[in-house]
């Protein structure tokens, strides 16, 4: 079994992914418009543009998302998508990137249980934990 977040953007889910695809060194290996559906001729004029669908890999796992459509969207809240990173200097390079534009909620930093971690909401409002532990 394999757990992957699926993340929902307010029509940036396409800049959003490319901004991951560099923060976390990871690929996109999949990105679908609504307007490339067969069901685009059902999906209002303004979604057309907008991702039904992308997945990026990267380290092992998969990030997935998509943009929903305005009435149903939600600012992300009560998770966070968490990075354990082995390398200190690699952690803290993807907290930065990851904090690059957004708010960091927590510096990185060594804490009793980490050599570093920090947490911090991206440009896009999703909110991300980058630890690297002492093993």
């Known amino acids: 079994m394999q757990i992957n977040p699926y993340l929902l953007f307010?029509?940036?889910?396409?800049a959003a992914m490319k901004?991951?695809?560099?923060?976390?060194?990871?690929?996109?290996?999949?990105?679908?418009?609504?307007?490339?559906?067969?069901?685009?001729?059902?999906v209002p004029a303004e979604?057309?543009?907008?991702?039904?669908?992308a997945t990026l890999t990267a380290g092992g796992f998969q990030l997935q998302a998509s943009d929903c459509p305005k009435?149903?969207?939600?600012k992300p809240q009560g998770f966070s998508v968490?990075?354990?990173?082995?390398?200190?200097?690699?952690a803290e390079a993807t907290f930065n990137a990851l904090?690059?534009?957004?708010?960091t909620t927590m510096p990185f930093g060594k804490t009793?249980?980490?050599?570093?971690?920090?947490?911090?909401?991206?440009?896009f409002g999703i909110p991300w934990m980058?630890?690297?532990?002492?093993?």
Do not use: R
């Not at 057309?48 to 669908?53: N, S």
């Not at 009793?112 to 440009?123: I, L, N, S, V, Y």
């Open 10 to 14: 307010n029509g940036q889910c396409a």
């Open 19 to 42: 901004f991951y695809e560099k923060c976390l060194d990871g690929e996109i290996t999949m990105i679908m418009t609504y307007g490339d559906t067969p069901a685009a001729s059902h």
């Open 47 to 53: 979604m057309d543009k907008q991702v039904i669908h």
């Open 71 to 74: 009435e149903q969207y939600k």
């Open 82 to 90: 968490t990075l354990q990173i082995s390398d200190l200097a690699k």
């Open 99 to 103: 904090a690059e534009g957004g708010k």
């Open 112 to 123: 009793f249980w980490a050599k570093g971690f920090g947490m911090a909401e991206d440009k």
């Open 130 to 135: 980058v630890n690297c532990g002492e093993g």
